[in-house]
């Protein structure tokens, strides 16, 4: 796994301490090998609300104990893990029929025991991974997957929606202010079948859009779809900012006309003048 240093704009103080440190650790796990038929066994690790797209990182809270047994089956042997979204956020033990039929291999960071019982770790995603069958196995879920070709080829088509892309997300930054530069510069410089996963990681997304996103194996296909949820975030920014600069200025001027009322109230007072109550615009 090569230079993933993305990190999603949500991530908990619970990492920012030792936050190089733990990306690191997640680098020294190597992608899984196919056997002789193209096909990876993986430990699965259930994702119920959220989903981790291949080329960012991000904090993931763990409760259930399929999942944790998982985790240390994984780690036991330093090897990836295969997240998997429920269709249903709201089913509490998901089984065999329970997920997307594309997964996500993900690196599995040193869990941290948080305050409330639960645990945590830094995940990166790697690969989508196309899921052949599910199976219970020693107290986790495993699968039997292989890796979506994700290979573009000299596509001018999608050279031209590449350029599109990164046109309006120039523009999305002019307007959002709230991205890091670093992250910036490495979604800009991106390999073009990740650049979709990566600019939607860079703001909200309902659920369902990222399931969405996440099914698709087609890279053109996945950038159309980032392009139309990028378009509707920059309309909607754009909109924010609008009413945010119209409360700013409405705030200024009744600042300002406080300030010039206390001023007169002020001067009234020394010239023993009987205050009038005046309109001051």
Do not use: C
């Amino acid at each position: 796994m090569t230079d993933q240093k993305w990190y999603r704009s949500d991530e908990n103080e619970l990492f920012s301490a030792d936050m190089q440190q733990r990306a690191e650790e997640l680098e020294n796990i190597p992608d899984a090998s196919p056997d002789q038929d193209d096909y990876i066994q993986f430990a699965v690790l259930p994702l119920r609300d959220m989903i981790v797209l291949p080329g960012t990182v991000s904090p993931l809270y763990i409760g259930r104990d399929a999942t944790l047994t998982a985790i240390d089956k994984a780690h036991a042997n330093n090897k990836t893990m295969l997240a998997l979204a429920q269709r249903d956020p709201a089913e509490e033990s998901p089984g065999v029929d329970s997920f997307l039929p594309i997964g996500v291999e993900l690196a599995v960071g040193k869990l941290v025991k948080l305050p409330n019982d639960n645990q945590a770790a830094l995940v990166q995603g790697r690969r989508r991974i196309e899921v052949i069958e599910v199976v219970q196995d020693d107290g986790y879920l495993s699968a039997r997957g292989r890796i979506v070709d994700q290979s573009i080829g000299d596509d001018v088509q999608f050279e031209g929606l590449t350029r599109t892309v990164l046109h309006l997300f120039e523009h999305f930054v002019s307007l959002a202010h709230n991205l890091p530069e670093e992250t910036h510069e490495y979604i800009t410089n991106s390999e073009p079948n990740r650049l979709a996963d990566l600019i939607v990681s860079s703001f909200t997304v309902p659920l369902e859009e990222l399931h969405i996103l996440l099914a698709e194996p087609d890279p053109y296909k996945r950038l159309q779809r980032a392009h139309t949820l990028l378009r509707r975030e920059v309309e909607v920014v754009a909109v924010e900012n609008e009413i945010n600069a119209k409360v700013h200025k409405k705030a200024e001027r009744e600042q300002r006309e406080t300030y010039l009322r206390e001023q007169l109230k002020t001067i009234q007072a020394e010239l023993g003048v009987r205050p009038v109550d005046a309109g001051i615009g």
